[in-house]
């Protein structure tokens, strides 16, 4: 039976008690952005904001994550999705090659599709001296002539000695390479002019042998790939996204990783189980669409249980009594004037490496989105880009997303992307996440997400021009300052009680933002050499303090505000009086991380961009949390907010705000 979670604000329920004096005493602040400190030499880390690469071909590469822990979307110039190939051979290399490159061979040279942002750093180059073979790919298309096509050849007694993408010219493709056991898969593409949809078909040869003499000839047969892969759906949908995944695994453990697209007709060939080595076959993902001009939409996001090899039959069945719902909401910032968006949504396997299929959205607006359990180590990855324009994604933009969302059954949820404020916050997570705060022995890593929405979880990165500056204190002595990323790992320090201070000031005023324009957030965190054990991290999440240490990381008690304004889908209040419900927890992953009690809170409201704060009443509303109301300002104008909090470990937060809400 389908269980309802949905979220219940008490947010009305709280304004019903609350006696609340909406006019009070103004006092005098500083503006939100405090002056830096002196840098020192912490080492900042990668905190894997989104970044976009272009190829040559003129499509751009939108990558969420770092190296092979990540999630990459392929977008045309004008930001629609592009069916594209992500090829991973090894950790030093990764390719990402469109569907119009797929097609035209003959312009495609590897080192220009190769993208060292998905790839970890390359070891220094060893001159082989192994024997060669030369082996020679004949393609052959439907009609029997001979066809391009890409072939991805691996050799499975050692992958590192062969990895590179061979695409077939005219048929045929001619390579020297170490003589041994490989493996080929081999793709076709062709795209129909009217409708603009591919359709793929992949031959799969597991066991081929290479000698030292002669020519080792391989024949892909385009017509050879028979068994096509489709999926049904409860409800009625269009089939416009998929991932198939063909995983070969050496003889020394060695995984070479490629991820084609299924948006269009997608057919394979069957095979038996690889006889040297392993071999790993996936529908990781597969989407549809509700039909065009369904005035609720609709979208299905599945993943398929993995196999050792690929059956001749490839229909699947989605099971209706196994899917989550998901009602999604998309807000909107009154200075994204395009009203188009994009729901950017994917399926990773184990720690991040994926692929993901943009949809354009409206916005403000809605989806309801189906998903199903995650499937043999596979789980999903959601990103939401509040304005992308038809001229195309370019920064700079906001990027909202989820680290892998967890899985709960089939439950019914609610969810409101973009609601504001958007803050610096530590986050609370229910999915698979890097832990921001977390210290391994004299190891500490400290950080914030950049923006969060009203969701907890929402990890928010401006892409563009930001402003911003990091600064952390170990009992008041500055031990770091950095421009750009609020997240540092700090080695050496003392393991004896104390207290860090995290003071973190963000600028965006540069982004095309009517709202949360400007933040100052100052916090600070207890430190203790004997952490309570729920504080543990959970073990197969990534803990950078940790490196290479068997031990558990502890994560540390930082707070995190939660906003939930009263008002629209352009974040602006309406009437004469503004309502806040603020909960107040600590970075949290699943049920891992600090509960304390939370000992206070306050609320100031200020209509002159700083210059004087009002207090306003703020009384409790349920454990950690509490409801505020205050007079609004004069119409068309905006509000900026200052929110403080405090909890029994010690622990403090006090968060500015630039322009939080718009007044209507």
Known sequence: MLARTRRVSTLS???????????????AAASPLAPRAAASAARPLAAAAPQISTLPNGDRVLITGSGQVSSVAVMAPDGSNVPAVRYTPNAQHSYVIPESVLAAPAQFAASQYEIPALSAPSKPAVIPHFPMGIVQINGTGMDGDPANGFTFLTNVDDSSRWNNPVPLTNGVARVAVPTGHYSATTLFTQTDPTTNIPTLRQVVQLDITVAGTGLTTVTADERAATSQVTATTPRPAVHDSGILLDNRTDLDGQTSVLIS?????????????????????????????????????YLYDVIFPASDHIAANQSYQIDASKLATIHNAFDNDPGFTSHKGAYVTGSVFPKGTGVSHIYPITVPGTLTTYYGPPASGAEYARDVIPDAPSAGIEPPMIDL????????????????????????????????????????????????????????????????????HFTVYRDGVQISSQDGSPWT????????????????????????????????????????????????????????????????????????????????????SHGPVAALLLTVGHQSYGTAGANAAVTGATVSVSYDKGETWTPVSVLPAGPNHFAALWKNGAKGSSAWLKVTATDALGGSITQTVANAYTIG
């Open 13 to 27: 329920a709280a304004i019903a008690m609350a006696v609340v004096a909406v006019d009070g005493a103004a006092t």
């Open 261 to 297: 697209p299924a948006d269009g007709p997608t057919y394979t060939t069957a095979t038996a189980p690889a006889q040297t080595g392993t071999f790993t076959y996936q529908v990781l993902g597969w989407g549809a669409s509700s039909p065009a001009g369904t005035a609720d939409p």
């Open 401 to 468: 997303q989820t680290f892998n969302p967890a899985y709960t059954g089939p439950t019914e949820s609610w969810r409101t992307w973009g609601h504001g404020p958007l803050t610096p916050q530590a986050g609370r997570y229910q999915g698979d996440a890097p832990c921001r705060s977390c210290t391994d022995g004299s190891t500490v890593d400290l950080g914030l997400d950049m923006l969060q929405d009203g969701n907890p979880d929402t990890v928010g990165e401006p892409i563009g021009p930001e402003n911003s």
């Open 489 to 572: 790992e700090i080695t050496g320090q003392s393991q004896r009680p104390g207290t860090y201070r995290l003071v973190y000031d963000q600028d965006l005023s540069q982004f095309p933002l009517a709202q949360s324009t400007a933040t100052h957030t100052d916090i600070t965190v207890p430190y203790t050499p004997t952490p309570d054990p729920a504080w543990t991290f959970p073990v197969d999440n990534i803990c950078y303090a940790r490196a290479d240490s068997t031990t558990p990381c502890s994560i540390l008690p930082v707070l995190n505000l939660n906003y939930q304004m009263a008002t629209d889908d352009s974040n602006t």
